[in-house]
């Protein structure tokens, strides 16, 4: 990919340039590009050939390749102190997609002849069919299951473990999992933990040493007021940036509807925020006017919910109804990451189930978050916690940036926009 656009640079933009480098100069230009289409890879894990199936390899490069060509483009700009051609560049880019290509498939194909499956067993107590999961994910060439063990039945003969590679620990309880987890450990077995909602508590804990002894000090949200400043600076200039380009589109967006059915362009409802504050969140009207007639709180089911209107369906599938929320976020009732609000009617019946769920309240909700770029628009409540709690337990800049930049891979993935299946308003623990 490096090497395209050293071509694109050196055989175009390079001597157009209002200074045109010598031999340092032009080397600087694309270890730029290296850096930073490796940074884009990351974050969009663009390069897990074990771990991805071969379309989302070629998917999550051309995002990088991208990303990363926008931005050297805006650099060249600087540099020539006038707008440069873009044809060189969009051809490079074609090149850099066909590269990208031969090498997620070769590499595929590599990796799987080189490796072979590991021998895995899955070791389960309150969560059963992650096997499903991995056919589901395509890992089966990764992982090749040979047992599915109930946690008691492993405890009584940890021996039974012995020749595979590969442990999943699926729902066991911590005391059962570290007697697991030690013997694994000292047989030099990788084990792969789906943890519960203790351990997440526990991955934001801080090590301080008290008493000459080592401690995890674990503590309710606390992020440092630096960050919070930094955090809502981000928010103004972002949303405001958004709103000035994106406004043409929302514009067309709000015809769209009003000449449909001559209803309210907007509608809004009430969500709950941080520490259980109540606001109103806004977006553009997806559904019928009558859609909750009945004042009853509804789960959208996606493609199948009839009372989603055909300009409803556009804008859904690419996310433009939630351009409002641009608004929420300028004004403060919302951030661009965090966890998303959920309605109280709807929060109250996870509560019931899952009283666990109300620790999602710690931090301010957002626009996108950390579930929504790992996780699928149904995924069970209690998953989804635990991803919104694995990003409350690790407040940071840099990871508000890369779920920015990683939202803009999930937008036109089709199993981030599935509905929530019917019934499924429990919080369900097991897939």
């Not at 590679?165 to 066991?172: E, I």
Request: glycine share 6%; hydrophobic share 45%; proline share 5%.
């Amino acid at each position: 990919m490096t090497a395209a656009f050293s071509g694109c640079w050196y055989l175009y933009y390079g001597e157009r340039v209002a200074s045109p480098f010598y031999r340092n100069g032009n080397y600087l230009v694309i270890a730029l590009f290296m850096i930073i289409y490796c940074a884009c890879c990351n974050v969009y894990e663009a390069l897990l050939i074990s771990m991805k199936p071969i379309a989302e390899l070629i998917y999550s490069q051309c995002l990088a390749a991208m990303a990363t060509d926008g931005v050297m483009f805006i650099i060249t700009w600087l540099l020539t102190k006038e707008l440069p051609k873009l044809w060189p560049l969009l051809m490079t880019l074609g090149v850099q997609l066909v590269l990208s290509t031969l090498w997620s498939y070769s590499a595929n194909h590599w990796y799987y002849r080189t490796f072979p499956p590991r021998a895995t067993a899955v070791i389960h107590d309150a969560r059963e069919g992650l096997q499903e999961l991995v056919q589901e994910y395509g890992l089966a060439k990764k992982y090749e299951v040979q047992m599915i063990v109930p946690v008691n039945e492993c405890l009584q003969d940890l021996s039974i473990l012995k020749g595979v590679k590969t442990v999943f620990l699926s729902g066991v309880h911590s005391h059962d999992r570290n007697i697991i987890l030690k013997y694994c450990i000292a047989e030099d077995i990788e084990v792969m933990v789906i943890p519960r909602i203790g351990d997440v508590l526990m991955s934001g804990s801080k090590p301080i040493h008290m008493f000459h002894l080592p401690m995890l000090q674990v503590r309710r949200y606390h992020a440092s007021p630096e960050f919070l400043a930094m955090k809502r600076l981000m928010d103004i200039v972002i949303s405001l940036l958004a709103l000035i380009l994106l406004s043409p589109i929302m514009l067309i967006v709000a015809l769209a509807i009003k000449l449909y059915d001559g209803g309210p362009v907007l509608y809004s409802q009430v969500r709950l925020t941080k520490d259980g504050k109540r606001f109103r969140i806004h977006k553009f009207r997806s559904m019928r006017t009558d859609a909750e007639k009945d004042g009853v709180a509804r789960l959208s089911t996606g493609d199948n919910d009839n009372r989603i209107t055909p300009i409803g369906k556009v804008i859904r599938k690419l996310r433009l109804d939630e351009l409002p929320q641009l608004w929420d976020i300028l004004h403060g009732d919302l951030s661009i990451v965090g966890p998303r609000p959920e309605r109280p009617e709807i929060a109250q019946q996870y509560m019931e189930e899952m009283p666990e769920f109300a620790l999602r309240l710690q931090a301010k909700a957002g626009l996108t978050g950390y579930a929504q770029v790992y996780g699928k628009y149904n995924t069970t409540p209690y998953d989804k916690l635990q991803m919104d709690l694995t990003y409350i337990a690790h407040p940071s800049i840099v990871e508000d940036l890369k779920i920015m930049m990683a939202t803009v891979k999930i937008l036109f993935m089709s199993d981030s926009t599935e509905g929530v299946a019917e019934g499924q308003t429990t919080a369900n623990k097991a897939n």
